[in-house]
């Protein structure tokens, strides 16, 4: 047991049995009308038709190209502007309390007037997706410059380093983690974003194809897109952003710091 315990795939996977049998056995058990609540094995056959037909390689391409663009679009906005944010008192002054008033209004409260400004277009839905983004990240770039040691940056003046020097040997490695932290909770905010706009007002993706099965009444693909969003954003978490936050922690000494404490 102990052994299986310390097995990644196994601590990974088993929680997800219980959930699975229990999905089943209430299928089985028709708790719910079938026409409502369908099993796995019914999923896994409409995954696999959804596949052959490519259907759901389609939805899916379409969904992880808004969610890249809009990905791309907000770190180019958000990393800088957290910065300016971050090192300016005049910025901070007269930026801050837009930035708590913006991060506060949730991202489909805009979609009505987005589709007014741009239709149903990827513009729209990049334009969630990064407005998702943007003010969580810049808002963890001013919290992690707030945390760089004042003593470091007093030691790197007194040797002799310029602002500019300051900013990119002290500043910037210090707020790495931070950074980490700010991409990966943006993403997922910018994941959950782009769902909900594929369903309000995609004409494709995954989102979309959920909506779509719910309009003509068929649950089975609603499944299908649940399971898939799940699985996509646990294969990215685990494999790409929980390493990388990870390792930028690592790098700059915290968990180091932490374990000689204890």
């Not at 693909?221 to 996509?232: K, Q, S, Y």
Request: overall charge positive; glycine content about 10%.
């Amino acid at each position: 047991m102990g052994r299986l315990g310390r097995n990644r795939l196994v601590r990974t996977l088993g929680p997800f049995v219980p959930v699975v049998v229990l999905w089943w056995i209430v299928a089985e058990m028709e708790v719910f009308p079938p026409a409502f609540f369908v099993g796995p094995d019914a999923v896994i056959d409409e995954f696999s038709e959804m596949i052959r037909k490519g259907i759901l390689p389609a939805y899916l391409s379409d969904s992880m190209t808004r969610l890249w663009t809009g990905v791309v679009f907000g770190l180019l906005i958000g990393i800088p502007a957290g910065f300016i944010v971050a090192m300016s008192f005049w910025a901070r002054r007269l930026t801050w309390p837009l930035l708590l008033f913006f991060q506060a209004i949730a991202d489909i409260a805009w979609l009505p007037i987005v589709i007014v400004w741009f239709g149903f277009s990827l513009t729209a839905v990049t334009f969630v997706i990064v407005y998702t983004i943007v003010f969580p990240l810049m808002i963890s770039i001013v919290a992690g410059v707030e945390q760089v040691p004042r003593d470091v940056v007093r030691a790197a003046r007194s040797l002799g380093a310029g602002r500019f020097r300051v900013f990119t040997d002290v500043i910037v490695p210090g707020a790495l983690p931070a950074v980490a932290t700010g991409i990966r909770t943006g993403l997922g905010y910018g994941w959950r974003a782009l769902i909900a706009a594929e369903i309000i007002i995609g004409t494709s993706g995954i989102g979309f194809m959920m909506f779509d099965a719910r309009r003509a009444g068929e649950v089975t693909p609603v499944f299908v897109g649940m399971i898939v969003l799940g699985v996509l954003w646990f294969a990215l978490d685990a494999l790409v952003l929980a390493p990388f936050e990870r390792s930028t922690v690592e790098r700059w000494g915290m968990v180091r710091t932490a374990e000689v404490a204890r």
